[in-house]
């Protein structure tokens, strides 16, 4: 239903609020009997500007003498209440929701890049792994060739001086044990050790060939 002037204006009334509806149909028939003085006054003098305002509240003064006031149900304006309540959850839930899952998305996609970056830094890590035991074992290579080369070239060493101090092993021995000592080789440890246990081989291979000057 639609409410009428005397509704919607009487709700902000004070005076309609306090005042007992009898007294206010009282004063409204007495403005109504005053606005109609005014207009017959108005037929032949000219009216003032509050009189003028006046003359304006006819309508509102009419409508709270013959029309009754909508009356608010009750039932209805709980269910209405409780119909926007009910409404304004189910918002408020559908926004819940969204945020949860936005979140949600959120935290699945940098799981994803988190996992994506792992997987990454896992194969990097591989390949600098891997690289490393190729440089490594290359390196070693290297290294044992040198080794095996200078175990080699040891004995031919170890012959020429032992002709040059006239079969001297001993001395022989100490010069070459002095020049492949690990002391003196601190940054080829692993080389200097089997260079001396291939020194200590070489000096019992040529022990009977110190007994030919003798």
């Not at 509102?60 to 029309?67: E, H, I, R, S, V």
């Not at 003196?184 to 291979?205: D, I, P, R, S």
Request: glycine share 2%; charged share 50%; proline share 2%.
């Amino acid at each position: 239903m639609t409410p009428n002037i005397f509704s919607v204006i009487a709700e902000n009334d004070e005076d309609f609020k306090i005042t007992p509806r009898e007294k206010f149909l009282k004063k409204a028939s007495k403005k109504l009997n005053e606005i109609e003085r005014l207009k017959e006054k108005g037929k032949y003098h000219s009216l003032t500007i509050e009189e003028c305002q006046k003359l304006g509240k006819e309508d509102f003064w009419k409508a709270c003498l013959y029309k009754e006031p909508l009356k608010p149900n009750i039932k209805e304006e709980r269910k209405r209440k409780k119909e926007e309540e009910k409404k304004k959850k189910e918002e408020e839930e559908k926004k819940r929701q969204e945020e949860w899952m936005r979140q949600y998305e959120e935290k699945k996609k940098k799981e994803e890049i988190d996992k994506k970056q792992r997987e990454e830094t896992e194969k990097k890590k591989r390949e600098e792994e891997t690289k490393r035991k190729k440089e490594e074992n290359q390196k070693n290579q290297t290294k044992n060739k040198k080794i095996k080369r200078d175990l080699k070239n040891l004995e031919d060493e170890y012959r020429n001086l032992l002709l040059l101090h006239n079969g001297n092993n001993d001395k022989t021995y100490r010069i070459l044990s002095r020049k492949y000592h690990p002391d003196k080789n601190n940054h080829q440890l692993e080389w200097a050790n089997q260079m001396q246990c291939e020194l200590g081989v070489c000096k019992e291979k040529f022990t009977l060939f110190q007994s030919c000057f003798q």
